[in-house]
């Protein structure tokens, strides 16, 4: 099954995926916080992105949503799509448009995201990786 | 004299209403269907975000004059994140 890992960052589980910017398609890589305490299996969200690279990547704009915790209150949403090439997966998701990502990352994957893999650091503690 | 409203507000106006009908009505003809949006008008209705996406581009390629809304989930529901210090 293909798996694809990457180093802990900052002491926290990451993983890296793809972004198509419009209209050209070039690749841009963002780094994410791998967090499986963010949202829940039957929220809607699956990943949070700077809001830029949201419009930047020509995502559709979906309805708002709110959220609690480190981010309170209603924020834009953006179907993406969103790749991990090791995984040959390249889907659209449901991203949530943040004004500021958390500090020295490009965002936040949550939950519904991570479960679409099975997850974990595989034996090794200083990494994370998703597998197919 | 009212100004006209933008396609993105006639977008959104929409999502809005299709929203509200779908949460007050489980039988909504478009319950668990995600809709698309483009110019003030429903252009797509499909079973998944994928092919919503797919669709609504071929209709309207200019994303920001497209909408798109999952009929029937709740968006008044908070999700949690959890700090990250």
């Known amino acids: 099954m293909p798996r694809a890992v990457w180093p802990v960052s900052r002491g926290r589980p990451i993983i890296e995926v793809v972004l198509s910017v419009a209209p050209g398609g070039r690749p841009v890589p963002r780094q994410l916080i791998a967090d499986t305490g963010a949202g829940t299996l039957p929220s809607g969200i699956e990943l949070l992105l700077d809001e830029q690279d949201c419009l930047t990547c020509g995502g559709t704009p979906m309805q708002p949503i709110v959220l609690g915790g480190a981010y309170v209150g209603s924020y834009p949403t953006y179907a993406i799509q969103v790749g991990i090439p090791a995984l040959a997966f390249n889907q659209p998701v449901i991203v949530v448009g943040l004004p500021t990502p958390p500090t020295g990352f490009d965002g936040i994957a949550c939950f519904r995201f991570l479960n679409r893999f099975i997850y974990g650091n595989f034996g090794k503690s200083t990494e994370f990786g998703l597998e197919l | ?85």
């Open chain 2, 1 to 85: 004299m009212p100004m006209s409203k933008t396609v993105q507000e006639l977008n959104r106006e929409l999502a809005d209403k299709l929203a509200e009908d779908g949460r007050n009505n489980p039988h909504h003809v478009y319950a668990g269907k995600f809709v698309g949006i483009a110019n003030g008008q429903v252009v797509v209705v499909a079973d998944n975000l994928n092919e919503m996406v797919s669709r609504l581009r071929q209709v309207e390629p200019n994303p920001t004059r497209t909408f798109g809304v999952e009929v029937g989930r709740d968006y008044s529901v908070v999700e949690e994140i959890w700090k990250v210090s």
